[in-house]
Structure formats: C-alpha cells, structure tokens
C-alpha cells in the first residue's frame, strides 16, 4: 500500500505561470482533501472532493484556485498565474467515507516556490 | 468558530526524560482528534486518534489523552529519544459533515542526547 501520492514534491514557478499539483488518495479511500501550510502557519482546509465532485470548497481562495478528482486519475489542485504569496507546501489528505473512526492519511507534500 | 492552541510552541529535551504536549480547542462538539508528527521538509504522519467518546489511546510510547467537556487533549512521550525531534500537530475534526480538520500551529520538540 502506497498511501497518498504527491507529485512533483518540488515545484518552481514564475510569476504569472500555472501550477498543477496532483494527489492519488491511498487505495480504497474515496474521499480526497488538500491543505497549504504557508511559512510559520499552521496547516489550513482548502478543499474537500469525492470523485467528480467538490463538497466543500469553503477554504479555497475564490480567484485562481482551482481543484478536480476525476473519475480517472489523481485529483489536481490548479493555480492560475501564481504569486509570490501562493509559496507553501500544499498537502493532500485521503479518507475512507468512514474517516471519524479511521482519520485522515497525508501525503508528503508539494513545495511550491515562486520565483 | 473552532480554534486550536497547542503550548508550548517549542520544547527542548534531554534523551530519556518523560514530557507532555498539550493541545486545547474551543468548541467541544467534535467529532475525533487526531494527533501527527512532521519531520522538516516532510509530510504528516498519523500518530493517535481518539474519537469524541473515548478518553485515551496509546500506541508504544505515546498516550494520548481527551478531556472533551474541558476542550483539551495532551500527548504524554514517554522515555524520549532523539529520534523523536519532530514538530507534534493536534487537529480536531468536527464532524462527519463537518470534513475539515482544525490545526494548531504545533509544538517542536528536540530531544538531545
């Protein structure tokens, strides 16, 4: 069992350009979560996903922020011309639908950079 | 709106010595608390959960308490080692409809031998 799978584990942008993130949620967990951990924060909800849905989104900033989980293939976080303020590890989370009695399983992150 | 505190932000310890990390939430309707470990430049890992109806779980030297009418949790480390440096993340999670999970900023722990 793999668990969570984060790709790139680095990633460097310019200013302006697209970032794409991608999650494979560890085997039998439906359910898959995101969350960035900005420099000397505390780790915040982005977004919340099933397979070809988005069920809470309350935590993802309106403009430029974008999330999938597609019936095939890894769920993506997208951001549109980034900013030096979008530097921070985004981490992934899956769950089974019964996560209140098996919690939460994270992947190892992306480090955005921002240049 | 839920908030959670974890005191101390940083720890420094001799190897062996027993210690306690503490972690308090302002509303106690949760669901489960998880507690994690960070290594620098790496991911999280699960270390205890404890559902809102149990008072602890332990797993090898770890024993994690839960005071939910009181909004508190401690993660008690038994006989430290070095390996065990690492920055210790509380969460609550607020219900099965409520998904997101609700950080503290952490303690850092190390440990010296």
Redesign the interface.
């Known amino acids: 069992n793999a668990g969570v799978m984060?790709n790139p584990r680095h990633l460097v942008r310019r200013r302006g350009q697209e970032a794409r993130l991608r999650c494979s949620p560890m085997k039998g967990h439906s359910?898959v979560?995101w969350?960035r951990q900005l420099p000397e924060?505390?780790?915040?909800?982005m977004v919340?996903l099933q397979k070809e849905n988005i069920?809470?989104e309350?935590?993802m900033p309106k403009e430029r922020f974008s999330a999938e989980f597609p019936k095939e293939g890894p769920s993506i976080l997208r951001i549109q011309q980034v900013v030096r303020g979008d530097s921070a590890a985004y981490?992934c989370?899956s769950s089974s639908p019964d996560?209140?009695?098996?919690?939460?399983?994270?992947?190892?992150?992306t480090?955005l950079t921002v240049v | 709106k839920q908030e959670v505190t974890q005191i101390p932000a940083a720890l420094s310890v001799p190897e062996g010595e027993n210690l306690v990390l503490n972690c308090s939430f302002t509303d106690s309707a949760i669901y489960n608390l998880q507690w994690f470990r960070q290594d620098p430049g790496k991911g999280l890992t699960s270390l205890l959960l404890i559902q809102s109806s149990q008072r602890e779980q332990t797993s090898g030297r770890l024993n994690a308490s839960l005071d939910k009418s009181s909004g508190r949790s401690t993660l008690y480390i038994a006989a430290s080692q070095p390996g065990d440096s690492a920055t210790y993340l509380c969460a609550v999670s607020t219900g099965q409809a409520g998904t997101a999970l609700i950080f503290g900023k952490g303690t850092t722990l190390s440990v010296s031998s």
């Not at chain 1, 996560?99 to 992150?109: E, H, K, L, M």
């Open positions: 984060q359910h979560y969350y924060e505390g780790l915040k909800f919340y069920i809470d309350s935590g981490f989370a996560r209140g009695r098996y919690g939460y399983t994270f992947g190892s992150g480090r």
